[in-house]
T-cell receptor, first 114, second 114 residues
Framework: AQSVSQHNHHVILSEAASLELGCNYS??????LFWYVQYPGQHLQLLLK??????LVKGIKGFEAEFIKSKFSFNLRKPSVQWSDTAEYFC????????????FGKGTMLLVSP | KAGVTQTPRYLIKTRGQQVTLSCSPI?????VSWYQQTPGQGLQFLFE???????NKGNFPGRFSGRQFSNSRSEMNVSTLELGDSALYLC?????????????FGSGTRLTVV
């Protein structure tokens, strides 16, 4: 079975700092990869996804992620964070038979101080 | 188009009772997945339905069950509630349940068992 590991449970940054959240997955076959964000009191929203093609994926709100197959990684980046980026971020993988389930990491809580 | 609708938003139940949660997917989506979100375990997959058939099931006891109707609406049922069942239950809708099409989440049902 696949698993997803997110490197940091909590990250605290000042506004305008750069962000990189690590995500590694364990699955040897073809995968689809996702980053979701959950703002306080809101539902999960898709930031970006990768399923094929260019390994550098751009998402909403200035986020991007790079799929490195050899490292089984899909790290999320943003050059300059804003206070409004305060949220919990989840990496997820969709793989295996039928491709019909998502396996999530434990999440990273990002706090951006103004 | 309308998003994924989950009802009710909040529920308080007593240990030993049973509960039914409802999810209406995005129009045209045939796959509905259910997830349990808790602070300790994060997001865990419960089950997935496609065209009224359960295609995948997570590692949860038999007290957790679900079904899907011909209009793709889905319900999940938890019988003999335990305190540990307190969680946010999320429903995700997808065209086919395959990652390339993406998954859209509802706002969830917050279940508290007392």
């Amino acid at each position: 079975a696949q698993s997803v590991s997110q490197h940091n449970h909590h990250v605290i940054l000042s506004e305008a700092a750069s962000l990189e959240l690590g995500c590694n997955y364990s699955y040897g076959g073809t995968v689809n990869l996702f980053w979701y964000v959950q703002y306080p009191g809101q539902h999960l929203q898709l930031l970006l996804k990768y399923f094929s093609g260019d390994p550098l994926v751009k998402g909403i709100k200035g986020f991007e992620a790079e799929f490195i197959k050899s490292k089984f990684s899909f790290n999320l980046r943003k050059p300059s964070v804003q206070w409004s980026d305060t949220a919990e971020y989840f990496c997820a993988v969709n793989a295996g038979e039928g491709y019909s389930t998502l396996t999530f990491g434990k999440g990273t809580m990002l706090l951006v101080s103004p | 188009k309308a998003g994924v609708t989950q009802t009710p938003r909040y529920l308080i139940k007593t240990r030993g009772q049973q509960v039914t949660l409802s999810c209406s997917p995005i129009s045209g989506h045939r796959s509905v997945s259910w997830y349990q979100q808790t602070p300790g375990q994060g997001l865990q997959f419960l089950f997935e339905y496609f065209s009224e058939t359960q295609r995948n099931k997570g590692n949860f006891p038999g007290r957790f069950s679900g079904r899907q109707f011909s209009n793709s609406r889905s319900e999940m049922n938890v019988s003999t509630l335990e305190l540990g069942d307190s969680a946010l239950y999320l429903c995700a809708s997808s065209q086919s349940g395959q990652g390339a099409y993406g998954y859209t989440f509802g706002s969830g049902t917050r279940l508290t068992v007392v």
